[in-house]
């Protein structure tokens, strides 16, 4: 178990732990190298917690608080975020601390009795509000929807510190160092994306209203509930979000095909080739059937252009397509290029399932539209080639 550790060199603890052992995040995402959980605990005048942890991690987690300070009472408890994984603890914590108050909105005491039938010991506060604990001033900021209604993030005045909830999180255990100048920060970053697009994406315009709302607060940490703390460059992660959110790409291409035959895959290599052919390498190529949506989704919002291929099955898309334009459309990814190939052989569907999902997300298409019938001819992939040039000439003219 990582011990708890001074995040200000004085009194400002990170008792977080790390989930190891959860598969997939809610239920969905994969956790190849785990999670953690970030709680924090000010032993100031007044003792303060900033969020718990999931439920399966809450005995080591009540050990790090008793390390940080001892049989001192726990005065405070702030919830910025309701979603289990960080509030799993809650009841357990009141239980061993009789004098404990919980903080939060009012949101917040709502999702308390709903969540865990807690409408005691609960200090309701407005946003902006401020609470003194002795050296500390904290003050709330609300920022609903990012991702939930009732979030909110906590600004310790003092020692300017943002205890940030899910905002600027990100995916992977902390393994060893908890700061973002201690751990392989290009990991974390790929991470913080994945978690962004899969988890946070879809409300982009509520992220922008946070950061501009929080844009005049002085920043020396940023401490998320997930992923490593922002201590050497704290503005680096909230600029990534901050272009994240306004759908801002880098100039490459995600390919994103399926194939049953062998017949699709060889449309995608001829527009891989073709990419190449026009001297561009930033390419990433995932099949449907094998790669996790989450990893697609990522990739799509981090580069600019999009292709996508898919065989006909039974008179429609390929289903595991069908799993990923979905996604897309949900997530409401902007301001992408899209390429699209196709490929049947008694039947049809596919391509034109493409093409109706292009139309409602409204992504321009670059051509040619390629549909092959049964194993694609030469023509087909040389308009598979041409694709992969135009694609790169867009690029490179900054429109794709």
Request: aromatic share 10%; hydrophobic share 40%; charged share 25%.
């Amino acid at each position: 178990m990582n011990e708890p550790k001074l995040i200000n060199g004085r009194d400002i603890y990170w008792i977080g732990v790390n989930d190891r052992e959860t598969d997939l995040f809610e239920g969905l995402w994969p956790l190849p190298r785990g999670v953690s959980y970030n709680s924090y605990l000010i032993a100031d005048e007044k003792t303060v917690l900033l969020d718990t942890v999931k439920g399966n991690s809450a005995i080591p987690f009540t050990e790090k608080v008793r390390l940080v300070i001892g049989e001192r009472p726990l005065d405070y408890l702030v919830v910025n975020h309701m979603e289990p994984d960080h509030s799993g603890a809650l009841k357990l914590m009141l239980e061993l601390h009789p004098r404990l108050q919980l903080v939060g909105n009012a949101k917040t005491a709502r999702f308390l009795a709903d969540f865990y039938g807690i409408t005691e010991r609960i200090q309701v506060v407005e946003d902006g509000e401020t609470l003194r604990t002795g050296r500390h001033e904290l003050q709330f900021h609300f920022v609903p929807m990012v991702h939930w209604p009732e979030t909110m993030v906590t600004h310790d005045r003092t020692d300017r510190v943002l205890f940030s909830m899910d905002a600027f999180g990100g995916f992977g255990a902390l393994d060893g160092g908890i700061f973002d100048d201690e751990v392989d920060i290009d990991y974390y970053e790929d991470e913080s994306l994945r978690y962004f697009s899969n988890i946070v994406g879809k409300y982009s315009a509520m992220v922008q209203k946070a950061i501009q709302k929080l844009g005049g607060l002085e920043l020396a940490v940023v401490a998320p509930t997930h992923g490593p703390i922002w201590r050497k460059d704290p503005a680096r992660i909230v600029g990534l979000y901050d272009r994240w959110s306004r759908h801002v790409a880098e100039p490459g291409v995600v390919i994103a095909y399926g194939s049953m035959y062998g017949n699709t895959e060889r449309m995608m290599d001829a527009v891989a080739q073709g990419i190449q052919e026009a001297g561009f390498g930033k390419v990433r190529i995932h099949n449907v059937s094998r790669s996790h949506l989450s990893y697609i989704l990522r990739d799509a919002w981090r580069f600019s252009s999009v292709v996508l291929g898919s065989p006909a099955y039974d008179q429609d898309i390929f289903p595991p397509m069908e799993s990923l334009l979905r996604l897309l459309a949900a997530k409401k990814l902007r301001n992408r290029t899209l390429g699209i190939f196709g490929n049947f052989a008694w039947s049809g569907g596919a391509v034109s399932r493409l093409q109706a999902f292009a139309e409602e997300v409204a992504w321009p298409l670059a051509g040619p539209v390629v549909e092959a019938k049964c194993a694609p001819k030469p023509a087909d992939l040389e308009g598979c080639r041409k694709l992969g040039r135009e694609l790169v000439g867009r690029i490179r003219a900054g429109g794709g």
